[in-house]
């Protein structure tokens, strides 16, 4: 029986066969440029019609292609895939690898089982071009995957893809066992997120720089002027870690903004941080805010210390959402993301996961520090984010930094690792 009949559509057989890309394209199909509604409507039959084609001839080379493709393409990670996805996932850059991996492994197997396809679209670059950087902002919930995974407050806390897609059911939470009880705030009560993981960040001190100062004891602590200009934060040559700066407006209103200002000596990619602590690097500081993964990396373990504040570590959610009317049949993917394989992945890398198979990596005695529900819905979180690193930008040019915000002597130009979503 052959793989590719004159019935199929363009969709199906791109789908299942993607090498046939190829022979659809040399044959008059720009399918870069192509809607992928047009493809799931259009069958062979009617495209060799369309192009004039010779279907016994079209036919075979199709097959031939189809047989010879041995590899079935079910995740993508660099090029869009041609057909609407399924699933789209950003995962943080530590454990990207590590994920990739195994996600693969269960999809194939899904497919093995049942021969479904999925389609997954995990980029596997930290930074750099996004093909669905603006899906968020699409008015047809036909153009959205069934299932998607992000990072972080970005697009998709946005007012405007909540109202449109979350407050009316259309996409909502996974379920799933309950939470450890530190966990516990994190689970949304209106079942719209699901936070899988957290990215928990510390402050790292280096005490020989520190001196005679003392060791901040909580977040608000870092905007007191005695640490004027002894403090890098990361984040980018024009965005400061958002979570971090909510967090100090939350607690300490614009007053804390202002006293924070000064304070900044740079902003650094993480990496950067964990290799100059402790280390004689002169562009260093005494206190990194940093996450905990890359915290846990620095070398220079004589002269650092690793500190949890009194009020928790804050975090970052890594979180899902999933079409009402697609819950089930995305459950070998949301049961993945939310499961112990996954769960195991992030706390192999200091990503406290929410999976309650997984014993919690946080040290004894610590906590989180999370901006509560009533917080994240009241305020659109992407745009305070902007809106207090403009106001931030403002206060540092008042108190003199030529600089606003230093990059990494190692990181030039560097743009935002975490994708934003």
């Not at 590719?4 to 890309?21: C, G, H, K, N, W």
């Not at 996805?85 to 991996?101: A, I």
């Not at 995990?122 to 047809?140: A, L, R, S």
Request: hydrophobic share 40%; with cysteine; net charge negative.
């Amino acid at each position: 029986m052959p793989l590719v009949t004159r019935e199929m559509t363009l969709s199906e057989i791109i789908s299942a066969y993607p090498d046939t890309r190829a022979v659809f394209a040399s044959n008059g199909l720009p399918l870069e440029q192509t809607n992928h509604l047009f493809l799931t409507a259009l069958t062979v039959e009617s495209f060799m019609s369309l192009r004039n084609i010779n279907p016994e001839i079209f036919l075979k080379l199709l097959n031939d292609t189809a047989e010879a493709s041995s590899e079935v393409k079910i995740l993508y990670t660099d090029e869009t895939p041609v057909v609407r996805t399924d699933f789209l996932g950003y995962v943080v850059c530590p454990f990207k690898h590590l994920y990739k991996e195994a996600f693969e492994k269960k999809l194939h197997g899904h497919y093995d089982r049942t021969g479904e396809k999925l389609v997954s679209f995990v980029p596997m670059g930290c930074g750099g071009p996004d093909p669905y950087e603006y899906i968020w902002d699409t008015e047809n919930i036909d153009e959205l995957p069934d299932a998607i995974a992000s990072i972080g407050f970005g697009n998709f806390w946005r007012k405007e893809f909540r109202e449109r897609f979350l407050d009316n059911g259309k996409f909502i939470a996974v379920e799933r066992p309950p939470l450890h009880d530190v966990f516990k705030e994190l689970e949304d009560p209106l079942k719209q997120y699901t936070i899988y993981s957290v990215s928990a960040y510390v402050i790292l001190v280096d005490h020989k720089k520190l001196g005679d100062l003392p060791v901040p004891k909580t977040w608000l602590d870092i905007a007191n002027p005695i640490y004027k200009d002894n403090v890098i934060i990361s984040g980018s040559d024009d965005e400061i870690n958002e979570v971090f700066l909510m967090h100090i407006y939350k607690d300490g209103g614009e007053e804390a903004l202002k006293n924070l200002a000064p304070n900044i000596k740079a902003t650094w990619h993480a990496s950067q941080m964990a290799k100059a602590a402790g280390s004689s690097m002169a562009d260093g500081a005494a206190i990194y805010v940093l996450a905990w993964f890359f915290a846990d990396t620095c070398p220079n373990t004589d002269h650092i210390s690793i500190i949890f504040p009194e009020d928790g570590a804050m975090i970052s959610p890594m979180y899902m959402m999933v079409k009402a009317d697609k819950a089930e049949r995305m459950k070998p993917v949301t049961d993945f993301m939310t499961g112990a394989e996954m769960g195991a992945i992030s706390a192999g890398s200091k990503f406290p996961p929410l999976c309650p198979e997984i014993p919690n990596i946080l040290p004894e005695g610590t906590g989180l520090k999370w901006f509560g529900w009533d917080f994240v819905r009241e305020n659109d979180m992407k745009v305070l984010a902007e809106e207090l690193n403009a106001r931030l930008a403002k206060y540092r040019r008042k108190c003199g930094s030529v600089n606003l915000l230093k990059p990494s002597p190692s990181k030039k130009g560097f743009k935002r690792m975490m994708v934003k979503g």
